[in-house]
C-alpha cells in the first residue's frame, strides 16, 4: 500500500510515466483496498479542482471566452446554485425550443455545456517532465491487512514492494556506514533548502552525549579533561570510554525496563530482576532479536527469570495489554484500538482479526501465585509469581463489530502456527518475530533509537509506524534497517553509528538558514538542529548526583544509587490498569518536579555544603571567586559561565559574609535553571 | 426531441450532479482536463434524452450511465494515447466511485473544516497548487522551491486532508 500513495500523487501532479501507470492499475484491479483508496483520492483531488475554480471568478470569463461563447454567468463569486439554475433554466427552455423546431436526431449545434469550471493540468502528453518519483524501498509493513471477513478474500494480496529475501550477511563497514547516513540526510536538506546549523560546541556536546550514553552529565573533572583535549579526534574517544563504562548498560536498561513496564513500582513483578536481565543483554551486547525473543517466551518464576517481570506485568484483562504492548515496544505498532474498533483508515490500520490472532499467541499463558505459608499471619501468602504455559489450544473467540462471534487462531506476519496444545505458542512467536528477514523488528528498533538520541524518530509517532504515518527519511529508514540486520542485530554498533553521524554532532540552536525545520508546526523533523530533549526524571536524579556528590567510587556506586533513585521517582508516577498498562506521572516539568527541585531533600543535602559535596570541595580550592563559579558552573552545567552570569553573582558574593553560603545559592540557581534540566 | 418532463425538478437534480459528475468522469480518467470534456458532452446528453429521464428514479445513476459510455466514447477516439486506463479499470473503478460518491457533499464540507485545520503555509501551498491554470511545476518555480520537495508536501498534504476528512465521516 505504501508504494500506491507515490503513484497517486504522480497521476494528480502530472507526473505518471506509462510503467506507473500499469503498476497502479495492477494494485487497483487486484487489492479492493487500493481501489477504495485510489477512489477516494481522486476524488478529493477532484474536489480541491472543482472548488478553487469555483470560487475563481477569473475561471469563469476565461472559459467562456475560450469556448467562444457569451459568458453565461456573471464574473463574481458563485457557489450560490441559485443563480445558476435560473441561468440554466432559461438555457433548457431555449434548448427546448430550438430543439423541437430542428429534426431528430439533433445534432447539438448550440453549445448547451452548461458553464464547467477547468480544472487544473492536464496529464502531459508530452514526455512527462523529469520529476523523481520516489518509488525507492520503502520499509514494506509485513503485517498483510487481509479483508473484512465478509468479503471474499483476494486471490492474492499484492506485495507492493519485492519481499525482503534473508540477508546474505554482509560485511558492513561502520566508517562507510555512517558517511551513508550523512549522505542521505544532506540528501534531505538539500531537498528542503535548509542548510544544517553548525557543530556544537565541545561544552554542548560534551553533556549531549554523557547524557544520552551514560544517563548522566559529565562531572567537572571530565568537563576539564575534555575542553583541555586537543586532539583531533577527542569526541571518538569520549564515545569509545562511555559505552565501555557501566554506566552505559545500566542507562539502556533503565530506559527499556521503563519503556516494557512502566516506572510505577507497585506492579507485583520484580522490576529490579528485569533490569538486571536487560543490563546484562546490554553489557555483553547481545543480539536483539535474542533479548526481544526471551522477553517474549520467557517462563518462571519471576524472582528468578528476570525476563519473565515483562509479561508477569502485562497478563492482565485477557492479555490484551500485552499484546498491546508487544506489538507497539518491539514492533511499534498501535494495535490496541483495532481490539474494537475498526482502524478508521482501513487500508493502512491492522484490522481486529489481526489483532486478535496476535493476541492468540498469548493465550497459553498464565500467572501462577507461589505460596509459602508464613508462620508469623498465619496464612499462605504469595512470595512470587510465575509465569507459565497451559497446554490449551484451540482458537480465540471475539465478537466483531456487527456482534458476530469470530475465531482467531495463531498467526503472525501471514504466518500461521498450529493452533494445537502441543505447539508452543509463545516460543513459535518469538521465533517468527525475530527470524532474519523480520524487517519491522529490526526498523522498530531504528527508530526508537533514533528517537532516543534525536528527540524524534525518523517516523513519528515512534510507536506509530506504517503506511499512514510519514518518514521523515524513507531511504535512511531503508538503510540502517537492513544494516541492523545484516550485522545481527547488533545493538551498540547501531547506537555507535548514530553519535558519530554529522547530525548528531549539530549544535541545537536554529539559524536563519534552517528555520523551515520544525517539527513541532507538523512538519516533517529535518534534523538540521539537534532538537531540545527535556531530561527524563532518572537523568536528573543521576545528574544532580553527579553534579553535587563528591564522593562517587566505581560501579558499586550506582547499584547502591539504585534505591534512592527508585524511592525518588516513586513519589511521581502511578499506575494506571487499562488496556495498555499505562503510566500516569506527575513528572515532567510540573508542580511537583518544581517544588522537589528546589526544596527537596536532594538539593538541600547538595548544597549544605557537607563534606562528601561538590560545594564543599569547591569552596576550599585555591582560586579567587571567579575560579570558584566556573567550576560550579562546569559541575552544574558543563560549561563556562557566561559573563552576564558573572556579572550577576557578583553582589551576591559581596553581600554575604559567610564562606560556602552564597555559593551555595549560586550552585542552586544553576541546578535549577532550566538549562540543567534540558539535554540540547 | 422535447425538453425534460419537469424543468423544475430537472435542472436542481442535473445542477446537483454537476460536481460529482465531475469526480465520478476524473475517477476513470484520471486527467481533469478530459474529465472536464467530458462532463461537457456527457451533459449534452443528458439534455437531449431529457425527456427519457423517469421521475422519481436516481438522476445520478442515469447520468452516471450515460457519463460512462461517454468515457469509452473519448477512450475510442484518443486510441493511440498510451496513458489511458484500462476497460477493466474503468468497469472496476466505476462501481466503487458511484458507491462513494453517496456522501459526496459530506465530504466536501469535511474538506472545507479539514482545510481550515491545516497549518496556514500548507493551507497557501493547496491554494497555490489548485489554483486554476497551475501545474505542479509552475507551483515549484513560483514559490520558488525545488520541485521534489514540492511534490512531497502536496502528497503529504493531500493525505493529510483524506484521514482528516475519513475520520470527520467515521465519527458521523
Redesign the interface.
Same mark, same amino acid.
Given at each position: 500500500m505504501q508504494s500506491l500513495?507515490?503513484l497517486?500523487?504522480a497521476?494528480?501532479?502530472?507526473?505518471?510515466t506509462?510503467d506507473q501507470?500499469a503498476q497502479l492499475?495492477k494494485l487497483?484491479?487486484e487489492d479492493p483496498q487500493a481501489?477504495?483508496l485510489?477512489?477516494?483520492?481522486?476524488?478529493?483531488?477532484?474536489?480541491?479542482?472543482?472548488?478553487?475554480?469555483l470560487t475563481?471568478p477569473?475561471?469563469l470569463v476565461s472559459i467562456a471566452e475560450r469556448s467562444g461563447e457569451q459568458p453565461l454567468v456573471p464574473t463574481t463569486r458563485p457557489r450560490s446554485?441559485a443563480r445558476?439554475?435560473a441561468v440554466?433554466?432559461s438555457m433548457?427552455?431555449a434548448?427546448?425550443l430550438i430543439?423541437?423546431s430542428m429534426n431528430?436526431p439533433?445534432k #447539438?449545434g448550440v453549445a448547451?455545456?452548461?458553464v464547467?469550471?477547468?480544472? #487544473?493540468? #492536464?496529464?502531459a502528453?508530452v514526455a512527462p517532465?523529469a520529476?523523481?518519483?520516489?518509488n525507492g524501498p520503502i520499509p514494506t509493513l509485513k503485517l498483510d491487512r487481509p479483508l473484512e471477513p465478509q468479503k471474499p478474500a483476494p486471490a492474492a494480496v499484492v506485495a507492493v514492494s519485492p519481499e525482503p529475501k534473508p540477508l546474505a550477511p554482509t560485511a558492513i563497514n561502520d566508517a562507510e556506514l555512517v558517511r551513508q547516513i550523512d549522505s542521505l540526510m544532506e540528501k534531505v536538506w538539500?531537498?528542503?533548502?535548509v542548510t544544517p546549523s553548525p557543530v556544537a560546541e565541545d561544552s554542548e556536546w560534551l553533556r549531549r552525549v554523557y547524557l544520552d550514553l551514560a544517563g548522566h552529565i559529565p562531572d567537572s573533572d571530565a568537563v576539564n579533561r575534555f575542553l583541555a583535549d586537543t586532539r583531533a579526534d577527542k569526541r571518538k574517544h569520549v564515545i569509545n570510554e562511555l559505552i565501555a563504562l557501566p554506566d552505559y548498560s545500566r542507562n539502556l536498561a533503565t530506559i527499556w525496563t521503563n519503556l516494557l513496564v512502566g516506572r510505577a513500582s507497585t506492579r507485583p513483578i520484580n522490576r529490579d530482576l528485569l533490569a538486571k536481565f536487560l543490563r546484562e543483554q546490554f553489557r555483553h551486547n547481545r543480539p536483539w532479536t535474542e533479548t526481544v525473543a526471551r522477553l517474549v517466551s520467557a517462563e518462571g518464576d519471576g524472582n528468578e527469570v528476570g525476563e519473565a517481570n515483562f509479561l508477569l506485568a502485562h497478563l492482565n484483562n485477557e492479555a490484551v495489554p500485552a499484546t498491546a504492548v508487544t506489538a507497539r515496544i518491539f514492533l511499534c505498532q498501535q494495535v490496541q484500538c483495532t481490539q474494537c474498533h475498526k482502524h478508521?483508515?482501513p487500508q493502512h490500520g491492522g484490522s481486529m482479526a489481526q489483532f486478535w490472532e496476535l493476541n492468540s499467541f498469548f493465550q497459553q499463558a498464565d500467572i501462577v501465585e507461589n505460596r509459602k505459608y508464613n508462620p508469623a499471619t498465619g496464612h499462605n501468602e504469595v512470595v512470587s509469581r510465575s509465569l507459565v504455559d497451559r497446554e490449551v489450544g484451540g482458537p480465540t473467540y471475539y465478537e466483531d463489530l456487527n456482534g458476530v462471534m469470530r475465531v482467531a487462531y495463531p498467526k503472525f506476519a501471514g504466518q500461521e502456527v498450529s493452533p494445537e496444545g502441543t505447539t508452543k505458542r509463545r516460543q513459535e512467536l518469538a521465533r517468527l518475530m525475530t527470524s532474519q528477514d523480520q524487517r519491522e523488528v529490526a526498523a522498530a528498533l531504528v527508530n526508537r533509537t533514533w528517537a532516543y538520541f534525536f528527540g524524534l524518530g525518523l517516523v513519528n509517532p515512534i510507536d506509530d509506524m506504517g503506511p499512514?504515518s510519514?518518514s521523515a527519511n524513507p531511504e535512511l529508514l531503508e538503510a540502517l534497517t537492513k544494516a541492523v540486520i545484516a550485522t545481527n542485530f547488533n545493538v551498540e554498533r547501531l547506537n555507535r553509528w548514530i553519535v558519530s553521524s554529522r547530525a548528531y554532532h549539530l549544535s541545537s540552536t536554529q539559524t536563519a538558514k534552517n528555520e523551515a525545520d520544525q517539527p513541532v508546526?507538523?512538519e516533517?523533523p529535518l534534523f538540521s538542529r539537534m532538537y531540545i530533549k527535556p531530561l527524563s526524571a532518572e537523568q536528573l536524579f543521576d545528574s544532580l548526583l553527579v553534579a553535587t556528590a563528591a564522593d562517587r567510587a566505581g560501579a558499586s556506586y550506582w547499584e547502591q544509587v539504585d534505591d534512592q533513585r527508585r524511592e525518588w521517582l516513586s513519589q511521581f508516577y502511578q499506575i494506571l490498569e487499562n488496556e495498555e498498562n499505562g503510566d500516569a506521572s506527575t513528572f515532567g516539568g510540573t508542580f511537583s518536579q518544581t517544588l522537589m527541585m528546589m526544596n527537596g531533600d536532594l538539593v538541600r543535602s547538595a548544597i549544605s555544603d557537607a563534606p562528601g559535596t561538590v560545594l564543599h570541595k569547591i569552596v576550599r580550592t585555591s582560586g579567587d571567586e571567579q575560579d570558584r563559579i566556573r567550576h560550579l558552573c562546569r559541575a552544574a552545567l558543563g560549561r563556562d559561565p557566561k559573563p552576564k552570569e558573572l556579572a550577576a553573582f557578583q553582589p551576591v558574593l559581596r553581600h554575604s559574609n559567610a564562606t560556602a553560603e552564597p555559593y551555595g545559592d549560586i550552585f542552586w540557581a544553576y541546578l535549577n535553571s532550566s538549562e540543567f534540566a534540558i539535554n540540547h | 426531441?422535447?425538453?425534460?418532463q419537469d424543468?423544475t425538478t430537472?435542472?436542481?437534480l442535473?445542477?446537483?450532479a454537476?460536481?460529482p459528475l465531475?469526480?465520478f468522469i &476524473?475517477?476513470l480518467t484520471?486527467?481533469?482536463?478530459?474529465? +472536464?470534456e467530458i462532463?461537457?458532452?456527457t451533459?449534452?446528453v443528458i439534455?437531449?434524452k431529457?425527456d427519457q429521464f423517469e421521475q422519481g428514479t436516481s438522476f445520478f445513476a442515469w447520468a452516471c450511465q450515460i457519463a460512462r459510455y461517454e468515457v469509452l466514447q473519448h477512450r475510442q477516439r484518443h486510441r493511440r494515447?498510451? &496513458?489511458k486506463?484500462?476497460e +477493466?479499470?474503468i468497469d472496476?473503478?466505476s462501481e +466503487?466511485?458511484i458507491s462513494?460518491?453517496d456522501d459526496?457533499d459530506l465530504?466536501?464540507q469535511a474538506?472545507e473544516l479539514c482545510l481550515q485545520k491545516l497549518?496556514t503555509?500548507?493551507r497557501e501551498l $493547496?491554494?497555490e497548487?489548485?489554483?486554476?491554470?497551475?501545474?505542479?511545476?509552475d507551483v515549484a518555480s513560483n514559490l520558488g522551491?525545488?520541485?521534489?520537495?514540492v511534490?512531497?508536501s502536496?502528497?503529504?498534504i493531500?493525505?493529510v &486532508?483524506? +484521514?482528516c $476528512?475519513?475520520?470527520r465521516i467515521?465519527e458521523g
Open positions: 500513495f507515490p497517486l500523487d497521476l494528480c501532479d502530472g507526473s505518471l506509462a501507470l492499475e487497483v484491479l481501489r477504495q485510489y477512489v477516494e483520492y481522486m476524488h478529493l483531488h477532484g474536489t480541491l479542482a472543482w472548488d478553487a475554480s475563481d477569473a475561471t446554485y445558476w439554475v440554466v433554466v433548457a427552455a434548448l427546448a430543439v423541437t431528430p439533433a #447539438p448547451v455545456a452548461p464547467v469550471p477547468t480544472g #487544473p493540468e #492536464p496529464i502528453e517532465p520529476v523523481v518519483v520516489d538539500v531537498d528542503a533548502g478508521p483508515d499512514h510519514p508546526d507538523g516533517l | 426531441m422535447a425538453g425534460p424543468p430537472f435542472v436542481p442535473f445542477t446537483k454537476q460536481r465531475f469526480l &476524473l475517477g484520471g486527467n481533469p482536463q478530459a474529465a +472536464e462532463l461537457a458532452s451533459n449534452l439534455w437531449s431529457a494515447d498510451k &496513458l486506463f484500462s +477493466e479499470f472496476t473503478v +466503487e466511485s462513494r460518491l459526496a465530504r466536501s474538506l497549518p503555509k500548507d $493547496i491554494r497548487r489548485y489554483r486554476p491554470g497551475n501545474t505542479g511545476k522551491r525545488p520541485q521534489n520537495a511534490y512531497q502536496l502528497g503529504r493531500r493525505r &486532508l483524506l +484521514e $476528512i475519513q475520520r467515521a
